[in-house]
């Protein structure tokens, strides 16, 4: 058996390739971004050539650097941004249209549409999602409907639909030339097209779509011992590597912190934010905005559940200060601008960008930063920023302890926005619990590395796995009650001012 696990984890804002050992430890790291394209507001777009290309670019830069091989790695494991769809030509490996990506608000209107009759509950029982411009069956019913031919092309079989999992699994096997066209549970799970009991695409909801079954890719489980290919011998690896392992990222990110048990839940600070709870095998139905997922599905085992809170915009503000505010030059300086003052000076920064997400799923929302005085500077607002990362969380927190009755007694974070240390101390003092970071931030990758390992007998079962898990840092609430609940009062009254700003 070689000594080492790979994952390939294609982000929201770029792609890493990792290498692990059986310690679960970090090996080698290496990522590229790639870009946000803008081309209007409420548009979120990414070039999946560029995605492809810096793939095969961030694998062959990390093992020249390392100066390990293909026959290094036991196995590769896939993760990615989730939701986000991509649509291409088989025969030509040519995308149809850029990668309509998660945030993209573009198809309000057809989920709109689907809630206003029993469609929208029947999404609901089914899919355990809710009718949102976020999920990728409205992305694809878009571009079959607003890109010329592709209709067409699909009846040809000249045009299949893939998330970004998908797309760069089947570029890794080699594309034009034998690529496979395979997804995960969790992924399906994103699309509004899956049914969560059954597993398999629902020919009911892809009526609601007008999407046809041929155009989408077999679903398979997160973890398969059998392998869904090997990377092709031509490709970035240079030899063949079986890929044993896909999940989407905030799921992959529950199997990177050993949430392997119900109850167990964690907290991925992004370009959103990701609060998962491992429910087990039940399906839990959430009275509180929060969707029901499939965590992860291990070969023959049943498919495990989670809750999951989804917040669209928190790294991602801060990414904003940077590139279109320009008060900050890094977000790492986001911390030091924001520590120039006490705290926010009484202003409250609502980033809703994409409407709201968890739990309040408003589309018509958008930003608002309010309780602005004259005495305000850019470091206030820095520190809205990011308390608003805090608040939003808080807000999935409630919810997910009204659902299940689970009380966190601590919160277990990962993510670049972990790197923040006054951002975790927030974090902490806004929730009244204690945070904790574990040593490998990069659960995602490791998630998914874990996985494709457990699939080829890597590492023996998931104890092997929990035994690795450690903590590198703890913050404990500092703010009295009082406090706490002021300033938590005061942003449910922020999140009201920045309801009702669009109309369609
Ligand atoms: P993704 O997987 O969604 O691409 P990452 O986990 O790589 O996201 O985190 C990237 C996000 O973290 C970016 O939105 C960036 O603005 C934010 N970020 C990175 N470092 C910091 C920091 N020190 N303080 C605040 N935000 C940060």
Same mark, same amino acid.
């Not at 779509?209 to 490709?235: C, N, Q």
């Given at each position: 058996m ?9 982000g929201?804002?770029?792609?890493r ?11 080698a790291?290496f ?7 803008l081309p209007r507001?409420g548009?979120?777009e990414?070039?999946p050539i560029?995605?492809w290309?810096?793939?095969?670019a961030v694998i062959?830069?990390?093992l ?10 036991a ?8 939701e986000t769809?991509?649509v291409?030509?088989p025969?030509?490996?040519r #995308? ?5 990506v ?12 689907l ?8 999404i609901r029982d089914?899919?355990?999602?809710r009718p ?24 040809r079989?000249?045009?299949?639909f893939?998330?970004?999992?998908t797309?760069?699994?089947?570029n890794l096997?080699g594309?034009?030339n034998?690529?496979?066209h395979?997804?995960?549970v969790t992924?399906?799970s994103?699309t509004?097209?899956?049914d ?11 009526s609601?779509f007008?999407i046809p079954r041929?155009m ?5 489980p997160?973890?398969d011992?059998?392998?869904?290919g090997?990377?092709?011998?031509f490709g ?6 079986p ?10 990110a529950?199997?990177g912190?050993v949430?392997?048990s119900?109850?167990?839940a ?10 998962l709870l491992?429910?087990g095998?039940?399906?839990v139905r959430?009275?509180?905005?929060l969707l029901?997922?499939v965590a ?5 085992q049943?498919a495990?559940?989670?809750l999951?809170?989804?917040?669209a ?5 801060v990414q904003?200060?940077?590139d279109?505010?320009h008060?900050?030059?890094s ?16 202003v409250y920064?609502?980033p809703?960008f994409?409407?709201?997400f968890?739990?309040y ?10 309780g602005?005085?004259?005495y305000?500077t850019?470091a206030h ?12 969380s808080?807000?999935?927190v409630?919810?997910m302890?009204?659902?299940s ?6 919160l277990?974070?990962?993510g ?6 006054l951002?975790?101390?927030?974090q ?5 619990? #204690?945070?904790?970071r #574990?040593?490998?931030a990069?659960?995602?990758?490791l998630?998914a590395?874990?996985a ?8 023996k ?6 035994a690795h898990?450690?903590e ?5 609430p500092?703010w ?7 300033a938590?009062?005061g942003w449910?009254?922020?999140v009201?001012k ?7």
């Amino acid at each position: 058996m070689p000594d080492f696990v790979g994952a390939v984890d294609q982000g929201t804002t770029s792609t890493r390739f990792m290498i692990f050992d059986h310690e679960g430890a970090e090996v080698a790291k290496f990522q590229l971004e790639h870009e946000q394209i803008l081309p209007r507001a409420g548009w979120v777009e990414h070039n999946p050539i560029e995605i492809w290309t810096r793939t095969a670019a961030v694998i062959q830069t990390t093992l020249q650097r390392t100066g390990l091989h293909d026959t290094d790695l036991a196995a590769l494991g896939v993760t990615n941004q989730r939701e986000t769809t991509v649509v291409w030509n088989p025969r030509t490996g040519r #995308p149809y249209y850029n990668a309509i990506v998660w945030q993209d608000t573009r198809t309000d209107r057809i989920a709109a549409a689907l809630d206003q009759d029993e469609r929208g509950q029947v999404i609901r029982d089914r899919t355990g999602l809710r009718p949102e411009a976020y999920f990728s069956g409205g992305k694809i019913q878009w571009i079959l409907e607003n890109v010329s031919g592709v209709r067409e092309a699909v009846d040809r079989g000249e045009a299949v639909f893939g998330n970004t999992d998908t797309w760069t699994l089947w570029n890794l096997t080699g594309g034009v030339n034998g690529g496979v066209h395979i997804t995960d549970v969790t992924n399906a799970s994103r699309t509004m097209l899956m049914d969560l009991d059954t597993l398999d695409w629902d020919d009911e909801l892809l009526s609601y779509f007008g999407i046809p079954r041929a155009m989408l890719p077999e679903i398979r489980p997160s973890a398969d011992p059998s392998g869904y290919g090997t990377t092709a011998r031509f490709g970035p690896l240079g030899g063949e590597v079986p890929i044993t392992a896909i999940l989407g990222d905030q799921q992959a990110a529950t199997v990177g912190q050993v949430c392997f048990s119900p109850g167990e839940a964690k907290n991925t600070y992004g370009t959103g934010n990701f609060l998962l709870l491992n429910t087990g095998t039940d399906r839990v139905r959430s009275q509180s905005g929060l969707l029901t997922t499939v965590a992860y599905k291990f070969g023959d085992q049943p498919a495990v559940y989670a809750l999951e809170g989804s917040i669209a915009v928190t790294g991602s503000a801060v990414q904003w200060l940077r590139d279109q505010l320009h008060i900050i030059t890094s977000a790492g300086q986001s911390e030091t601008l924001a520590r120039q003052v006490a705290d926010s000076g009484g202003v409250y920064f609502v980033p809703a960008f994409s409407g709201l997400f968890a739990p309040y799923w408003r589309a018509d929302a958008r930003g608002a930063i309010v309780g602005l005085s004259r005495y305000n500077t850019d470091a206030h607002l820095a520190r809205a920023t990011l308390e608003a990362i805090c608040y939003q969380s808080r807000d999935v927190v409630e919810a997910m302890q009204r659902d299940s009755g689970v009380v966190l007694d601590v919160l277990k974070v990962d993510g670049g926005v972990t790197a923040n240390d006054l951002c975790m101390q927030l974090q902490s003092d806004i929730l009244g619990v #204690p945070v904790s970071r #574990p040593v490998v931030a990069e659960t995602t990758a490791l998630g998914a590395a874990y996985a494709a390992g457990l699939a080829v007998g890597y590492w023996k079962d998931t104890a092997e796995l929990r035994a690795h898990w450690a903590e590198s840092r703890r913050w404990n609430p500092a703010w009295n009650e009082e406090r706490r609940e002021k300033a938590y009062a005061g942003w449910k009254k922020a999140v009201t001012k920045a309801f009702d700003w669009t109309t369609d």
